[in-house]
């Protein structure tokens, strides 16, 4: 299980911006591949068993070389060097990027005064998104052209803990439209079961009351919690880099997955 939806599953309702909202970051992607049923005949390439290579299938060699294809397409797209926007958020020197290969998910963690603060997305909301603008897109339904493409909302988990003090506060919010959308701050007694990915605190958590959504607070409460986050790093320009760094990092995770398919279908 995710280790973000396992924290928390986060309602995409009743959330409140805190952040100065940023102008709206418009994402053109391509539409995923889809197998579709052809009505002709199709006209299939013949494969002699003394022809075939790798595998015993027949069209091993016919997909490892679409694969390849695929491969050096997106290479041949990308700069192997790190974006500049990654660059300048690194020279900040704010936070620190945990982002291991293979993942869907990646971390930032920084320390602010004895506070241990970590918030961790996942690529997840960009597969997410690339579904719904295919599905619009089958359904005619698509925008027009001078019209801003809303961002897909990127769900985040923030835990803060202190040194020498046990608990832990996590807040889930939304990352969208240069804002953070609080949903709810929990508060746990113990930080282990507050901040621990494991089934164990999982479990643990599932029984506890989670706190009252947030936009049911007193609004004066809302405002002294959005500016307690503010102050800790959680402002309109991290709410910018997220999706950028989940669009970055899904493109990573993608041409990683063509090399390695198409190493295995070769094998």
Same mark, same amino acid.
Request: with cysteine; aromatic share 10%; proline share 3%.
């Given at each position: 299980?995710?280790?973000i939806?396992?924290?928390?599953?986060?309602?995409?309702?009743?959330?409140?911006?805190?952040?100065v909202?940023?102008?709206?970051?418009?994402?053109?992607?391509?539409?995923?591949?889809?197998? %579709? @049923?052809?009505?002709? /005949? =199709?006209? +299939?390439?013949?494969?002699s068993? &003394?022809?075939?290579?790798?595998g015993?299938?027949a069209s091993?060699?016919?997909?490892?070389?679409?694969?390849?294809?695929e491969?050096?397409?997106?290479?041949?797209?990308?700069?192997e060097?790190?974006?500049?926007?990654?660059?300048?958020?690194?020279?900040?020197?704010?936070?620190?990027?945990?982002?291991?290969?293979?993942?869907?998910e990646?971390?930032?963690s920084?320390?602010?005064?004895?506070?241990?603060?970590?918030l961790?997305?996942?690529?997840?909301?960009?597969?997410?998104?690339q579904?719904?603008d295919?599905?619009?897109?089958?359904?005619?339904?698509? %925008? @027009?052209?001078?019209? /801003? =493409?809303? +961002?897909q909302?990127?769900?985040? &988990?923030?835990?803060?803990?202190?040194?020498g003090?046990?608990?832990?506060?996590?807040?889930?919010?939304?990352?969208?439209?240069?804002?953070?959308?609080?949903?709810?701050?929990?508060f746990?007694?113990?930080?282990?079961?507050?901040?621990?990915?494991?089934?164990?605190?999982?479990?643990?958590?599932?029984?506890?009351?989670?706190?009252?959504?947030f936009?049911?607070?007193?609004?004066?409460?809302?405002?002294?919690?959005?500016?307690?986050?503010?102050?800790?790093?959680?402002?309109?320009?991290?709410s910018t880099?997220?999706p950028?760094?989940?669009?970055?990092?899904?493109?990573?995770?993608?041409?990683?997955?063509?090399?390695?398919?198409?190493?295995?279908?070769?094998?």
């Open positions: 299980m995710s280790a939806r396992a924290l928390r599953h986060v309602s995409l309702s009743s959330s409140r911006a805190f952040a909202r940023g102008a709206a970051r418009s994402v053109s992607r391509a539409a995923l591949p889809v197998f %579709a @049923a052809r009505a002709g /005949p =199709v006209s +299939s390439r013949a494969f068993v &003394s022809a075939r290579r790798f015993e299938g091993d060699v016919a997909l490892a070389q679409k694969l390849g294809e491969l050096q397409y997106e290479k041949d797209s990308a700069s060097a790190e974006p500049e926007f990654v660059r300048n958020f690194k020279a900040q020197g704010v936070w620190e990027i945990v982002d291991t290969p293979g993942n869907d990646i971390a930032l920084r320390k602010f005064g004895n506070e241990n603060i970590r961790m997305f996942s690529v997840a909301d960009i597969q997410s998104e579904e719904a295919f599905e619009q897109g089958e359904e005619g339904e698509q %925008a @027009a052209e001078d019209t /801003p =493409v809303p +961002s909302p990127i769900r985040c &988990s923030i835990s803060v803990t202190k040194t003090t046990n608990g832990a506060i996590n807040v889930d919010a939304l990352c969208q439209e240069g804002a953070f959308l609080v949903d709810n701050i929990s746990y007694s113990d930080a282990a079961v507050g901040t621990e990915l494991t089934a164990e605190a999982d479990w643990k958590r599932r029984g506890l009351y989670i706190g009252p959504q936009d049911t607070l007193d609004v004066t409460v809302q405002e002294e919690f959005e500016q307690w986050l503010r102050e800790r790093g959680i402002t309109d320009n991290l880099f997220i950028e760094y989940a669009d970055y990092k899904e493109q990573k995770e993608y041409v990683g997955w063509l090399q390695q398919v198409k190493t295995f279908i070769e094998a």
